[in-house]
């Protein structure tokens, strides 16, 4: 009696992956057979690549609350400096502003308290210390209002060092650059006193005009009425001109 040739198992490339050694894979076989079999073979890689991601979803996270608590301790420290009605010798200093910004310098609040610094030095009548100040501003914010107001501070401060030519072209630039902010308006006010001074009344009349035709002119409006009727009036040769302004922005 002849005995049985004992069969060799199949060597089937899903041994091991999850699919029992010696079973036969046909081409009709599960096809989920297949993705648990390369799951298996990945699986290093896959747990890998998902530790991966939730890394950095914990770094994305971790960072935006870092930057969300640095900008809140920035603004409490900016807020802190506001001037207690109480404590009449609380005013803060331009240097208390400026300690600000160097301590949040990453934050959004550093360029808003570099300006406020600015401002305080122009009110003390430090204009080159302010200018300096303005600028490094203007540094680190490009363009929005923060941007405009520095603009319009370095202007200010160089037509307070009397240097007025430097100061015109800055006022120049800044109409250009800034049509639609409030910064226009006081520099056409600006460069109309400048043409005033040079005594060129008609072509501060002119900025004037410019100034009362403009229907977002807002708070200048009134200014810039008053300073051309004062112009006219000293000047009695610019009454024909007045007789042409432009009527003054409905309210």
Aim: glycine letters at 4%.
């Amino acid at each position: 009696m002849s005995s049985a040739l004992p069969q060799k198992p199949l060597n089937t490339p899903t041994a091991g992956f999850g699919v029992t050694p010696g079973m036969p894979v046909t081409p009709d076989a599960d096809p989920m057979l297949h993705v648990l079999a390369w799951i298996e073979v990945n699986r290093s890689r896959l747990l890998g690549g998902l530790a991966a991601v939730i890394a950095l979803f914990g770094v994305v996270y971790l960072y935006r609350h870092m930057a969300s608590e640095r900008e809140a301790a920035a603004n409490s420290a900016l807020l802190n400096l506001r001037p207690k009605p109480s404590l009449p010798d609380s005013q803060p200093k331009a240097s208390d502003y400026i300690a600000v910004a160097e301590r949040h310098a990453s934050t959004s609040v550093a360029p808003r308290a570099r300006l406020i610094a600015a401002g305080t030095l122009y009110t003390d009548s430090k204009y080159t210390e302010a200018q300096a100040e303005f600028e490094k501003v203007l540094a680190s914010v490009r363009s929005g209002p923060v941007a405009a107001q520095a603009e319009f501070g370095i202007a200010a401060s160089l037509d307070a060092l009397d240097k007025p030519d430097l100061a015109v072209t800055k006022y120049q630039e800044i109409i250009s650059k800034y049509p639609d902010d409030s910064v226009a308006g006081q520099s056409r006010l600006a460069l109309a006193r400048i043409q005033e001074s040079r005594k060129q009344p008609e072509a501060a009349l002119h900025l004037y005009d410019q100034l009362l035709g403009d229907k977002e002119s807002g708070p200048f409006s009134q200014q810039a009425q008053q300073q051309r009727d004062e112009l006219v009036r000293r000047n009695p040769q610019l009454a024909a001109a007045s007789t042409n302004a432009p009527a003054k922005p409905a309210k």
